[in-house]
């Protein structure tokens, strides 16, 4: 599967949520989650443009990978997930943590966040709409269409257009983590 995705800094928060409705979008509840990132033994992730990150939210934890980006417009790139057995979360992060570790790969950052999502339909395609107030970094809104290869062009066609209509512009291709990790170099 492929994740097809825009992300923009929230500028008029009132004035994009106001346009969210115009467009049908149906929120759910507000939602806590800690990524926990790692990087590879043998590649360093930074170069080659790909992430493994655990994540904790309600009281689940899944192991995602991400593919380097595929095009110069979006973060249009592969994601595979896998969730990790339901039960205690902390004691499932804890035995992931020491498996991935046991196995080399070394934690980069958490990155905590508070999501809300949404879903749309527009242009024909299904669009979750995740609006994010990232710990230390801010608010942000994501555009994904989750896609097969033979479609992301029209994905991405799609977000382009619905970024359009809802006035954002300067999309954003640099990671939650790669915009913490520069924020704490500065510092």
Not at 12 to 31: I, K, Y
Not at 68 to 75: A, R
Not at 93 to 111: C, H, I, K, N, Y
Not at 138 to 160: K, M, N, P, S, Y
Request: proline share 2%.
């Amino acid at each position: 599967m492929l994740e097809a995705e825009m992300k923009f800094a929230v500028g008029d928060a009132q004035t994009l949520e106001a346009a969210l409705a115009r467009l049908g979008l149906c929120w759910q509840e507000s939602v806590r989650q800690e990524d926990h990132y790692y990087n590879h033994p043998c590649r360093d992730f930074a170069r080659s443009d790909e992430a493994l990150r655990l994540r904790c939210q309600q009281g689940r934890v899944t192991l995602t990978y991400k593919g380097p980006k595929l095009d110069q417009q979006t973060k249009t790139r592969l994601e595979l997930s896998v969730a990790l057995a339901q039960g205690e979360p902390q004691a499932t992060l804890q035995q992931a943590q020491a498996l991935l570790q046991a196995l080399g790969f070394r934690p980069v950052a958490v990155v905590g966040k508070t999501r809300r999502q949404g879903e749309l339909m527009y242009q024909g395609q299904r669009v979750q709409v995740a609006w994010d107030q990232v710990d230390q970094l801010g608010q942000f809104v994501e555009l994904e269409i989750a896609c097969q290869e033979h479609q992301a062009d029209a994905a991405r066609a799609t977000l382009l257009a619905l970024a359009d209509e809802l006035a954002l512009s300067q999309s954003i291709r640099t990671s939650y983590l790669e915009m913490l990790l520069q924020k704490l170099h500065k510092e």
